[in-house]
């Protein structure tokens, strides 16, 4: 398998250019994590945004490098998440697709706009706001996991 390793300076240019597209969207928002990718994207962002409110979803869906089922085993508190004007889900990457159109599903009761650093091309979902598209199947390798 061919991998593409990831500097925290790309991950930093990717958080910056995701940022300028988030200019504009209504407050108050919140910015859901999924775990474990998106969870430092998550914590980055919020840093450049005032009075967000940040989350976290936990799902497991890989073993390795081999993709299962969705497993969602914590979630946020709804109540915290229905009076936001925007929530941003964010994931590291969007590969298959599947774990954001199954989260877009359960959380369908807020204005969401999903996130994801990196974005297959072949994906069955497309986030609303990408980093940077991949159209090869090189494995990611993100600066904070252990190779």
């Not at 200019?23 to 910015?31: A, E, F």
């Not at 976290?56 to 979630?75: A, H, M, N």
């Not at 915290?80 to 599947?98: H, N």
């Amino acid at each position: 398998m061919v991998k593409t390793y990831v500097s925290w300076e790309q991950v930093h240019q990717l958080i910056d250019k995701i940022y300028s597209q988030t200019t504009q969207d209504p407050t108050p928002l919140g910015i859901l994590g999924i775990s474990r990718g998106g969870l430092i994207p998550a914590v980055l962002l919020s840093q450049l945004k005032e009075n967000c409110l940040v989350f976290s979803v936990g799902i497991k869906s890989y073993t390795e490098t081999t993709r299962g089922k969705d497993l969602i085993y914590q979630y946020p508190d709804i109540e915290k998440l229905t009076p936001l004007k925007t929530l941003y889900i964010i994931d590291d990457i969007c590969d298959s697709g599947l774990t954001f159109k199954n989260l877009v599903k359960e959380f369908n009761s807020v204005n969401i706009k999903t996130i994801s650093l990196f974005y297959r091309t072949n994906s069955i979902y497309k986030p609303h706001i990408i980093g940077q598209e991949i159209t090869n199947d090189s494995w990611i390798v993100f600066p904070w996991e252990k190779e």
